[in-house]
């Protein structure tokens, strides 16, 4: 199986832009689909991208994602940033065999 | 308005069984994959495994297979986790959430689960 390798913490000031990355160890970053998920302290997961780079409604645009090919990552790139966006981040994808797998999890500090 | 509702926390001692439960409500519970997600304490997130309560078509994470046991109910829109023998290293936030293609797009509140002697 594949593994998703995020930075461990990452922080910004608010307004700024901060850009978290998710690398796939092995198989094609854009042979199936990166979800993003935002983690609150004491809360469950909730969406923030779905297939690489699609927003659920109720999360604003300030929440994009992508993929790169080249370096075989998807990124989590939020701008404006907030205080309320302060939590863990989590990248999840998948393989031929259906099987799911979550990165590691990044800590995004807004201070 | 579509709901995943997981039973209370249990504290339980090592090699005791448990199975906790999670009741979807508010749209077709045949329709849709329930995954498990475990959370250690302090830790990320892993994915344990997915069922299809349609047909209990079952897949498990490499790492979770033999572990535990996933199962659904379809008659009463429920999904479980069970374990036959709890050790220590158990103890952990488990969540189930419902598959929409490939995310999860709506989570139950967890279930907190204490092995301790």
């Known amino acids: 199986n594949f593994m998703l390798t995020q930075p461990h913490s990452v922080s910004e000031s608010p307004g700024k832009t901060v850009t978290i990355s998710c690398t796939r160890s092995s198989g094609s970053i854009a042979s199936n689909y990166v979800q993003w998920y935002q983690q609150r302290p004491g809360s469950a997961p909730t969406t923030v991208i779905y297939?690489?780079?699609?927003?659920p409604s109720g999360v604003p645009d300030r929440f994009s994602g992508s993929i790169d090919s080249s370096s075989n990552s998807a990124s989590l790139t939020i701008s404006g940033l907030k205080t309320e966006d302060e939590a863990d981040y989590y990248c999840?994808?998948?393989?031929?065999?259906?099987?799911?797998?979550f990165g590691g999890g990044t800590k995004l500090t807004v201070l | 308005e579509v709901q995943l509702v997981q039973s209370g926390a249990e504290v339980k001692k090592p090699g005791e069984s448990l199975k906790i439960s999670c009741k979807g409500s508010g749209y077709s519970f045949t329709s849709y994959w329930i995954g498990w997600v475990r959370q250690m304490p302090g830790k990320g997130l892993e994915w344990m495994g997915i069922?299809?309560?349609?047909?209990?078509?079952?897949r498990y994470s490499p790492s979770f297979q033999g572990q535990v046991t996933i199962s659904a109910d379809k008659s009463i829109s429920t999904a479980y986790l069970q374990w036959s023998s709890l050790k220590a290293s158990d103890t952990a936030m488990y969540y189930c959430?419902?598959?929409?293609?490939?995310?999860?797009?709506?989570w139950g509140q967890g279930t907190l689960v204490t092995v301790s002697s």
């Open positions: 069922i299809y309560p349609g047909d209990s078509d079952t």
């Open positions: 297939e690489d780079n699609q927003r």
């Open positions: 999840q994808s998948y393989d031929s065999s259906n099987l799911w797998v």
């Open positions: 959430a419902r598959r929409l293609s490939s995310s999860f797009d709506y």
